[in-house]
């Protein structure tokens, strides 16, 4: 089962890479790293594989844990898709910087707006580079900003490849006390 999981990564990896070293030049746009396909692969790998993955909720220091349901796991999953800054409406509002960390080593793809309208504020992805693996994504980090009437929620969502994601929301309804919730789910296909 292990091995059919590093062939499904594989594959899934050499599908970014492509995407990554399209050419910059005449003609051509660049493409964002495909944040969304990478993640629409880890869900059609859950879903492959029948893993058990558990919800740990946490409001106001209360937590209670289950055990997903299926298809459950997809549905909590999309909030990390939308929206997709590949998307050409609101794509040419984004900035892609980098950073080479030879210590670790890891390479950080920060894509971040200054547009305040727009829902996904920053986008960090973390990719460890493998000449002979083919680049590994390690995690996933973005930052959401919404304002609806006089309450505003910020949300901040990590997404660790192969084992859990959680989504972190603040909600400040205008001069209430503001209410955070926590939302992790754990999977493991060691």
Not at 22 to 49: C, I, N
Request: with cysteine; net charge neutral; aromatic share 10%.
């Amino acid at each position: 089962m292990k091995k059919l999981v590093i062939i499904v990564m594989s594959c899934c990896f050499i599908t970014c890479n492509d995407t990554l070293k399209q050419a910059t030049g005449k003609g051509e746009k660049h493409e964002f790293f495909p944040v969304r396909d990478f993640l629409e692969g880890q869900v059609y790998l859950m879903d492959s594989l029948k893993l058990p993955a558990y919800k740990y909720n946490t409001v106001d220091n209360i937590s209670e844990s289950v055990l997903l349901a299926p298809g459950e796991f997809k549905a909590l999953a999309q909030e990390f898709m939308n929206p997709d800054i590949n998307d050409p409406a609101i794509k040419g509002f984004y900035k892609e910087t980098s950073f080479a960390d030879q210590s670790i080593p890891n390479v950080t793809f920060t894509y971040s707006t200054q547009k305040r309208d727009l829902p996904l504020q920053r986008m960090d992805v973390i990719i460890r580079p493998d000449l002979v693996l083919n680049d590994q994504v390690q995690s996933i980090y973005l930052e959401k900003v919404s304002n609806n009437g006089d309450t505003v929620t910020v949300k901040k969502l990590y997404w660790k490849t192969g084992e859990s994601f959680q989504i972190i929301s603040r909600l400040q309804p205008g001069s209430q006390p503001a209410t955070v919730s926590q939302l992790k789910v754990t999977w493991s296909a060691d």
